[in-house]
């Protein structure tokens, strides 16, 4: 079995982040009932704010695999 990696762990995190945006979307008139859309704009640009930094962590974490010649 494969040790538990940095980049194994940012993956799982993206994808349940993931997984948890789109319930969340599917759920859009329940989430979003009485929010100004003031408020909604902000917690999506967080929310992909997020996502994008976790993003740029596994492919920088991927690269830095690469140059360092490991498979």
Known sequence: MKPITFERSVLALLIVYCLGLAWNLANWEKLSAGLDWRMIALALTIR?????????????????KKSDGKP
């Open 48 to 64: 992909f704010a997020f996502m994008g930094g976790l993003l740029f962590l596994f492919i920088r974490s991927r690269r830095a």
